[in-house]
């Protein structure tokens, strides 16, 4: 396995292939997205593009893309938007803004799981800086974060009523 730091363009290179990972983790429980949503995930893509700073990893093997994670360093002030206002209700404000980077996609192969392709993604892109991710309660992945020391937060709803949590890494830099 080999991981590549990725800018926005190498990660738009990647559509199709993001796209199909898209679906292949988020089609099953615990997130059970719709095919609309699973389908508009290209969009959803180009938007992130476009963020200023994005970056990511990419985990490539003999069979291809086996995993990827990208997001964007925090402006010094939260947005004021409704999943950053959620998220902030239940982790202090100052531990979501600059210098923290917000993980916005962490997508690893299902056949590829459990093989430490996600902490080698987490541990590559965010490399020592403080982090945060919000995910579902019940998403396998949790359990990938709280063994790397990721601390979660209580529960809470996102903008769609959905259940959900922050995970927080703090690199330890005062």
């Known amino acids: 396995m080999r991981i590549d730091s990725v800018d926005a ?13 898209y679906r292949q983790c988020f089609a099953d429980p615990p997130w059970n997205e719709p ?30 893309l086996l995993g990827v994670v990208y997001g964007w360093p925090m402006p010094p002030e939260l947005p004021d938007d409704t999943l950053h206002r959620a998220v902030a209700r239940v982790v202090p404000t100052e531990r ?12 690893v192969n299902p056949v590829s799981r459990g093989r430490g392709v996600g902490r080698a993604l987490l541990d590559h892109f965010v490399c020592a800086r403080d982090a945060w991710l919000v995910t579902h309660p019940d998403a396998l992945a949790c359990r990938l974060y709280k063994s790397a ?22 690199s330890g830099a005062t």
């Open 35 to 64: 095919q609309e949503m699973l389908d508009d995930y290209v969009n959803v893509l180009a938007k992130h593009l476009e963020r200023p700073g994005l970056s990511g990893s990419v985990a490539v093997g003999d069979a291809g």
């Open 9 to 21: 363009t190498q990660l738009g290179d990647l559509r199709e292939p993001l796209h199909e990972l």
């Open 96 to 107: 979501l803004v600059a210098p923290a980077v917000a993980v916005v996609e962490l997508m």
């Open 149 to 170: 020391g990721w601390r979660p937060s209580a529960q809470f709803r996102n903008q769609y009523g959905d259940r959900r949590v922050a995970y927080v890494l703090s």
